[in-house]
């Protein structure tokens, strides 16, 4: 059983700026999942104050009145908040709040790729001079831990190249496009309608969110910083179907991908553009609000990371993260560095009593009744028959019986094919093998 | 540029037991990136001393002969040696190492996977007691960063399942088993002569070395220890030709699966054993040498991850990225917070000069003569033609012209579109997009 928090965690006080679509989710997963992460974390997260721009607008969460304000400098002022996010997005009022938590000595969490790809050198020199950290994971490619793999899982390597496709929004038109044959018009208005594409949505197909979000990757893979101006940008909204229908006759998709690479002098290109991908490749087959990103580095060769790139929960899960390590940080000096972090909260399952689909193939002799007494047996047993293939490739008196059965404990399996193993009809020990229907 | 390792940089004395495959990768890429290592993580991580069982074998990499010792005890001994690298094997002798370097207050990496899953729960107690960390990225799945990802990455999600194809020999063995139709012995007699295999594959074949990975994933998943004892494993040595035929016949492939899953009464299921997977799901195109590990988590939902799951290199990688962490630890107390962590050494390519395949889209008149003048004029440049598709879809008197471009470089792709544009026989703006090639 966990202790009572009060007797053996620390509280961490966050102060969470904007409460959007990815502010209220990081408020309710918080709240969802409090108890995993004090026993994860050794630290109770909690929030303590909320800015929003415009207290009468109706949101997506319930957060206290008392907690709620409509300045930000209230977040930074308050001697018991540990922690700043920022999640107001934009780069004049999100720089003034990330530098006024700095030098207030707050860590800050943040996912804006406008403001770190624009300023982040000002920023982090902040950082440094101020011995406070930022944390970024939520910046890039939603809820894949990239950063972290960039910057920690993959430092003994030279980054060679990173191709991604890092717009989800972006992706879900060209998909639409290609799959509904419907204009790339056509193709936004449904993306905004289903909540895919903002009401303006410019930083989004002009590619300049991508953009943003592989400066980033790029600073990071390459030590140096990246400036908007040296980057390539176009958008998609000049994409046909007549481009489209020419790429897929000639075996390419068409996907907004952002490259970055360095070449054998050590200079690096950082592009984002709709550009054709050969079909069979895994990035081709990235649908919809889906992002993917494959590093290639000197020394683990080519890796992929696959994941929802945006949306409330995704996003959070990237934020909240930040928010354990930020706390960890401030609460014991670096994370715990044990196994299991905190409590036990698990619990086996015994694996005979674990349900899956099975496939099943039998040598029997091929004589009439033989399937009806298996059908039979299975069926005694509540296990249904999903299909049957009887091939007529063997010797004339014994042939293959294959079935596909639904859903089965391990133990009922069990006996069911030890119950078959003993028909004078079965020839040889029964194969049997799991189904992973993946659902 | 970097300033002398003397003045700024502590540095990190690393005792590596063990020289086999992923010893030796450690120790040469570690020399190797040495200098892309220091500026990233601030300090200077040295080999100082190497154990190993027999002097006299011939390794794959050149380890001075001075610092060779047979004895682990000299590593853990002396006390300048800062961490300890277990790359030894097996469960005896390495359960010995690490307990003693543990004891000694050195922090420990291993790749290890047997070692943690059999006596993890004594030894991560060993490492409380001393406030010594342990750290093991290299246990599971190479070099994708899978570890970190379930342990930082997703620390604000219920897992809900996980899914892993992480043995790259059982992978190998039945992806040529399918693709070249050969029996389970010719593709194991295939992998042991390319190295795939060990002389000795039980561990592998038995589904053993994937059910160890699985047990340490389970056991960070949900924090508690799962017993060997109370997990399925099944090895691929049973698998027939004819099954493989059947399963495609049903739209299956056969893989090697680790499963890991919670039932709604978070009771854990842990079991590897070959399955058939729909052969349109992602994880039944993962072929040869390569892992892939599904993560599903309450709040981020669906996620992949997918790289090299063995070998010199890819281990290597992460236990590189561990070492960098166990010293950072070790000098700074914590990782370094800041965006680009030390130095700089990358640098711009200016984006005229980056170079790419293209697809250029032409609406020409549809008369004698175009397409030659078009082609001259990319030749006169020296880009190279490797398509062009004419269709015969438009009015009677013009049509589209497309042509399939081999490496230009962007200044000069400008400038030929301009050109071309210019032509009294182009009748709108020509379309051209760039073509990745992902070589």
Known sequence: MPTPATQTHRIVRIGLAGLGNVGAGVYKNLAKNAGLLRERTGCLLHVSKVA???????????????????????????????????LIGGTETAFELVSAALHAKKPVVTGNKALLAERGQELFALAEVNRTPIYFEAAVAGGI????TVQEGFVGNHIRSIHGIINGTCNYILTRMRDAGISYQE???????????????TLDVSGWDAAHKAIILASLSYGYWVKPEDVLVEGIQNIHLADMAFADKLGYGIKLLSVIRADAEGRVEVRTQPSLLPKSHILASVGGAYNAVLVNGDIVGETLFYGKGAGQDPTSSSVISDLAEAAATLVFGARHSGFVPHGLYGKGKPIDETVS???VRLSVDDKPGVLGKVATLFGDRGIGISSVVQPEDLSADHT???????????KVMREAIAAISAFDSVREAPVWLRVETME
Do not use: F
């Open 52 to 86: 929003v721009r415009d207290l009468s607008r109706s949101r997506d969460c319930e957060v206290p009145e008392p907690i709620l304000t409509t300045d930000w400098r209230d977040l930074v002022n308050d001697p018991k908040i540990d922690v700043i996010v920022e």
């Open 145 to 148: 831990p990239i950063i972290q």
């Open 187 to 201: 193709a936004l208005d449904e993306a905004q309608k289903l909540g895919y594409a903002e009401a303006d949505p």
């Open 357 to 359: 689909h099975y496939y």
């Open 400 to 410: 293959h019986l294959v079935l596909m059965l639904d859903d089965a404990p391990l």
